[in-house]
């Protein structure tokens, strides 16, 4: 079969490879669609991150070349001895962690945090820029009736957007601020929406992005470009400092930014995969009794994703800006999400 698959930074090659075969409580997809994620974009620029290189990972036995792709959704073609959840011709979407099941988090069910985490389609096992996958069947989710499988391959997404809003300490009233308006960005403020924010601001340097915010909902853009002190900006149009704060940059200046935007007692989540270190001042954090959290990916969260969907939310129609098939994943994809700031979420075909 067709997969595109990574080497090393800037290489990633399209290229046939052995199809995978079903075994025992796994399931065998014939893809659909696959969104081309930020993370994915970071292992092309400057990975690897999570691709493992030197040593097989952990779950995955799997080291690079590895086939990318961890945000998709397609068909249910064949299903192992035991698998009973799906059933041949289901439209699904693929949760693509891999966690060791072992560990202290994945004892107490925090899988997303696993000792040994990594993701199918980033860490091995197969992926989605590919005409078929094979998981577990753990982690395959049927999708609702009048779901479309281009919605389904957002869902991955924005499971992150509304685990980050569930970590945070937002509740409903509550001023919000989100730094970056990428397709994560976008993502969280419609679940921003749902949790009830108030006043959700963006910072955003892409007039583009800038104006999806709005139209999904966002009260005001400041444009970096335009506002010296963003903070400061922020803390005028909220009378004081969001109530928190979304970094979704991975731009170290940033980070600091998002901090001084927020009142006293204010959290700042951080939400991006970085690619070098950021620099912030500690006293900002602890003479305002500031709080500062990570997340990653999500956990138990993909059927609460789709049924908003169902609702309304995340909409596909208005987030996807570029349809390409597999063949054209390097140069209509990852390069076009290089150079061109004002594109929010390509889908590819693997057809």
């Not at 509740?171 to 308006?181: I, Q």
């Not at 969907?309 to 209509?332: C, H, N, Q, S």
Request: aromatic share 6%; with cysteine; proline share 4%.
């Amino acid at each position: 079969m067709k997969a595109a698959r990574w080497y090393k930074a800037k290489d990633i090659r399209v290229e046939q490879i052995e199809e995978p075969q079903v075994t025992a409580g796994r399931v065998k997809i014939q893809v659909a669609w696959t969104g081309i994620c930020g993370s994915d974009l970071h292992e092309y620029v400057a990975g690897p991150i999570f691709v493992p290189v030197d040593a097989p990972h952990a779950v995955s036995k799997e080291v690079a070349p590895i086939v990318m792709g961890h945000e998709f959704s397609g068909t249910v073609v064949e299903v192992g001895e035991g698998v009973t959840s799906v059933n041949i011709g289901d439209l699904v979407v693929v949760e693509p962690i891999l966690a060791c099941g072992k560990c202290a988090a994945c004892l107490k069910g925090k899988y997303n945090v696993c000792k040994h985490l990594g993701f199918h389609g980033l860490s091995g096992g197969g992926g989605g820029l590919s005409e078929f996958t094979v998981v577990d069947e753990r982690w395959v989710h049927k999708m609702p009736e009048g779901l479309s499988l281009e919605q389904g391959a957002l869902v991955e997404p924005a499971a992150v957007a509304l685990h980050s809003i569930r970590m945070s300490k937002l509740k409903a009233g509550d001023k919000a601020v989100v730094f970056g308006v990428g397709p994560i960005g976008l993502l969280v403020i419609e679940a921003l929406k749902v949790a009830g924010a108030s006043e959700i601001y963006a910072v955003e340097l892409s007039e583009e992005r800038g104006a999806k915010a709005l139209e999904l909902g966002a009260t005001a853009v400041i444009n970096p470009a335009e506002e010296a002190d963003v903070a400061g900006k922020i803390q005028e149009l909220t009378n004081g400092g969001a109530d928190v704060a979304f970094e979704v940059t991975g731009v170290p200046i940033v980070l600091q930014q998002a901090i001084d935007s927020t009142s006293f007692e204010g959290e700042t989540i951080i939400v991006s995969i970085w690619e070098k270190e950021a620099s912030i001042q500690p006293n900002n954090i602890v003479l305002s009794e500031r709080n500062v959290k990570g997340i990653i990916a999500y956990r138990d969260i993909f059927p609460a994703v789709m049924h908003l969907m169902t609702k309304g939310y995340f909409p596909a129609d208005k987030l996807v800006t570029k349809r390409i098939t597999l063949d054209e994943v390097v140069t209509e994809g990852f390069e076009t999400l290089v150079n061109d700031k004002d594109q929010i979420k390509i889908l590819v075909s693997s057809k």
